[in-house]
């Protein structure tokens, strides 16, 4: 029982996940197209369709739009010089 | 300025026919600064041709633009041209800067211990938007410069001189700059901003930072 409400709770938040990046991606303009490096070059609407069949190409635009979100939380946007990585 | 610059610049999709084009501004501005440029362009980008010219010519820079991987860097076809625990050793002594996905996850690194001086690139998937009425001019595409523009300055400050670690952060002032530039905006380009801010945060630079050209 605990175990299940545990896996509901877990499908929700993919679920409003998925719901919040395909909100965000009708937002592109419907005249460009994204190149995702090899995986190759998609227009908004297959965007949307790889978020919902829940595939690699999707799977990587939610990370994009959610590790996004994050720095928006944290604060990106008051911070300056806000550099990138060094090794 | 002296040196040499070695371009690998394949075309042979949407995505490479847009990095040959815009990899074409840093060959005019390396040859009006005198540098000898080795352009390996469409077919030219295949291995046999990259490895023969590396060690024939022996360029002290190279600018690679195609797919890749995290091991591995292609060329025309999407065939390798370079590859962790194949080629790197190639890459010894030579500052790099490549253009294409996720390479400075492992290739980098390795890169690195095989001596190359510096190895700058993504550390993740590199992402650009286009107008898809733009294929047939690239340069003026306003979209795809908020992604290439950042790219370019790169080696736009490499070729001035400046030291890696320099040129890599005032390429990332430039995807901020673009970053902001759009937050003051109304322009439904916004919705962009995430995949800008992606490429920033995972472009690297590797190894020695005060290397020059």
């Given amino acids: ?87 | 300025m002296s040196g040499t610059l070695l371009v690998t610049r394949p075309k042979h999709d949407d995505t490479t026919h847009y990095l040959f084009y815009w990899a074409q501004e840093i060959i005019n501005l390396a040859k009006g600064k005198g540098i000898k440029v080795l352009d390996l362009d469409k077919e030219r980008a295949n291995k046999n041709e990259f490895e023969s010219m590396v060690a024939k010519m022996r360029p002290s820079f190279i600018f690679l633009n195609g797919h890749g991987g995290k091991d591995r860097i292609t060329g025309a076809d999407n065939k390798t041209l370079v590859r962790t625990g194949e080629n790197e050793k190639i890459l010894k002594n030579k500052l790099v800067y490549a253009l294409s996905c996720s390479s400075a996850k492992e290739l980098g690194p390795a890169s690195i211990k095989a001596g190359a001086n510096a190895y700058l690139g993504y550390s993740d998937v590199f992402i650009f938007s286009y107008e898809s009425n733009k294929l047939r001019d690239p340069l003026n595409d306003r979209t795809a410069e908020l992604f290439l523009g950042p790219s370019n300055q790169l080696m736009i400050s490499i070729l001035k001189g400046h030291a890696a670690k320099e040129s890599f952060e005032r390429s990332q002032q430039c995807f901020l700059q673009n970053i902001q530039k759009l937050v003051m905006s109304e322009s439904s380009d916004l919705s962009l901003i995430p995949y800008i801010l992606w490429d920033k945060m995972h472009q690297v630079c590797l190894g020695n930072g005060e290397i020059v050209l």
């Fill in chain 1, 1 to 87: 029982m605990k175990q299940n409400k545990e896996k509901d709770k877990i499908e929700n938040g993919d679920r409003e996940m998925r719901e919040l990046v395909i909100a965000r991606l009708k937002t592109l303009p419907s005249d460009i197209k994204l190149s995702v490096g090899s995986v190759g070059d998609f227009t908004r609407d297959e965007l949307i369709e790889h978020v919902e069949k829940k595939d690699e190409l999707g799977k990587k635009i939610i990370e994009v739009q959610m590790e996004y979100l994050r720095m928006l939380k944290e604060g990106f946007f008051y911070e300056r010089n806000t550099v990138g990585h060094e090794a």
